[in-house]
Nanobody, 124 residues
Framework: QVQVAESGGGLVQAGGSLRVSCAMTTVAFSAYCMGWFRKRPGEEREFVAAISGDGAKRSYADSVKGRFTVNRDSAKNTVHLQRDSLKSDDTAVYYC?????????????????WGEGTQVPVSS
């Protein structure tokens, strides 16, 4: 069974930094594209960022371009999502997801496995 699990959430002051991580329980880590989504209060789940199986390509939502970064550590089967200078509207539950195949994807329905999410409340 493929499992993904987020970590690193918690209350953060506006202007602070966010780093959330996602671990995947498979030895075939490079065969999977990894994505990050978030659900802000009162909003639908939205795409944030994705990284290809080999870590060479990245995709970001237009709304977060230049504000978030995603990286991949194949040695640890882990991906990280980072942002400095958090804003209060970054408050959300952040979800890690993965899909079979290494190519980038941006749509929720393209992903096969999901973590439970990690809550990131950003105080204003």
């Amino acid at each position: 069974q493929v499992q993904v699990a987020e970590s690193g959430g918690g209350l953060v002051q506006a202007g602070g930094s966010l780093r959330v991580s996602c671990a995947m329980t498979t030895v075939a880590f490079s065969a999977y594209c990894m994505g990050w989504f978030r659900k802000r209060p009162g909003e639908e789940r939205e795409f944030v960022a994705a990284i290809s199986g080999d870590g060479a390509k990245r995709s970001y939502a237009d709304s977060v371009k230049g504000r978030f970064t995603v990286n991949r550590d194949s040695a640890k089967n882990t991906v990280h999502l980072q942002r400095d200078s958090l804003k209060s509207d970054d408050t959300a539950v952040y979800y890690c997801a993965t899909k079979r195949g290494p190519l980038l994807a941006r749509r929720t329905r393209q992903y096969d496995y999901w973590g439970e999410g990690t809550q990131v409340p950003v105080s204003s």
